[in-house]
């Protein structure tokens, strides 16, 4: 404390010299505040996704010039679990579609094209594929491409996935 100056409180002011607050009892307060925070934040959480956690982003690499099927974004779904897709992006650098389907070759979502060099990017509160389960056959997701990309043409993908 520097002498010679009163610093205020919640409680009033506390004069040159006096002791402070009781360090444990502010750090009680603010272990309270940060649990009631927690809360609040899982309350965010379940009102935007509809669960109380936050989905995450499962980014593929960047391919030069992919093929018809290839694969832009793979996610491999844990026995026992499922995933919901929340979001896609897509980015190219010509026109192009993909498809959603899972690991044997089922298609599990809807088609979403670029209609030309740019970006596609969803996010939605309700998932646009709901309940993908794991393990055994088709036990992921893999964002597939409709047609071969020219010379010279760049593609990532990503998903917005939450795992349960």
Do not use: C, H
Not at 32 to 56: A, M, S
Not at 80 to 94: A, H, I, M, Q
Not at 126 to 150: C, M, Y
Request: hydrophobic share 40%.
């Amino acid at each position: 404390m520097v002498m010679g100056r009163a610093y205020r409180t919640a409680q009033g002011s506390i004069p040159p010299g006096a002791a402070g607050p009781d360090i444990s009892a502010v750090l009680d307060k603010l272990n309270e505040f940060e649990t009631k925070l927690d809360t609040i934040r899982d309350l965010i959480r379940l009102i935007r996704w509809g669960v109380p956690r936050e989905p995450v982003w499962v980014m593929g690499d960047i391919l030069d010039e992919p093929g018809d099927g290839d694969g832009l974004v793979a996610y491999d779904i844990a026995a026992g679990k499922t995933v919901k897709v929340y979001g896609l992006l897509l980015t190219g650098s010509e026109a192009s579609g993909v498809y959603l389907i899972d690991d044997d070759g089922t298609f599990i979502g809807r088609r979403y094209d670029l209609g030309g060099q740019g970006t596609l990017l969803i996010v939605l509160a309700n998932p646009l594929v709901d309940g993908v389960p794991g393990g055994g056959d088709g036990n992921g997701l893999l964002v597939s491409k409709i047609n071969a990309g020219g010379a010279g043409s760049r593609f990532q993908a990503g998903l917005l996935i939450d795992e349960v």
